[in-house]
């Protein structure tokens, strides 16, 4: 919440931006990523925990979809996906250290948001369908042609190259925005955000209807792996 008996954000107060699902979505991928990373073409024993975790991963990412669709304000893809116009501004005042705070994600983050799902999202699929040709096989692997799972493995391998670069220009430009004097770390942690011009601190979306896309997400992948 914003100091007390306030409705509209000033600079120097804070309002609500990452409501508890987004938060939750967030520190939970950056878990299962590492973890994805790690077991990867490592033992059998591993890779059925990197499928296990895969499952689980393709959930949260399909719940944050619906989430973008559903959820709190600033959560939504509404609100965060701006016209190229708004990001080559965004951009240019970047360029030129002019950067003003933004409410929720930044134009030029929006993008990079999208983008990092559609990866995200391109590499849990392609899981599904891949095989190390000797012991272990997406649950989708034996729905294809060998060939065409052939390919979807070698997207598999290269898509999981370009995340590591898109996490490390995500997290560059966290670290940029902190020097430039915008901490956005903590705001993922807390939900709370020095106000931007205009931003009032609304009420997030109720909790189960979280929880109710959360399940959907769930069964969707459970129908589909099992
Ligand atoms: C420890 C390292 C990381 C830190 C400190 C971090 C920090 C953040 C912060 C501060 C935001 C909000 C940005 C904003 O205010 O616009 C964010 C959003 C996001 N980050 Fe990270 N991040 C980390 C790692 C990762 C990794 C490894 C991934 C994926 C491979 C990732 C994917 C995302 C996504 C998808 C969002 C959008 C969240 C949403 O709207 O649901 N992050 N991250
Ligand atoms: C974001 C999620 C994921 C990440 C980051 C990831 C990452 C990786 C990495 C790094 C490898 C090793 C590639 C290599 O040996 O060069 C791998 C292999 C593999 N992954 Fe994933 N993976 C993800 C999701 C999934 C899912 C959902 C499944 C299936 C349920 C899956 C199934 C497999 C299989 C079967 C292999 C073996 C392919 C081979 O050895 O050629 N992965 N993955």
Redesign the pocket.
Known sequence: MASAGSGSGSRSEKVRVWDLPTRLFHWLLVG??AF??Y????SDEL?HW??????T??AL?IFRVLWGLWGSRHSRFVSFVAPPRRVWGYARAVLARRVTPASGHNPLGGWMVLVLLAS?LT????????????S??????NTVSSSTAGWL?SV??LN?DL?LILAGVHIAAVLAHRVLGEPLTLAMITGRKRAAAGDTDEPFAPLWRALLLALAAGAAVWLL?S
Do not use: C, E
Not at 136 to 141: A, E, R, T, V
């Open positions: 299962l990523f994805m990373w077991s990867g073409g490592a890779m990197h499928m296990r975790a895969g499952y991963l393709l990412l995200l590499q849990t699929v392609t899981g599904l369908f891949s095989s190390d040709d000797i272990i096989d997406g649950p989708l692997n493995t598999h391998h999981f995340l792996v």
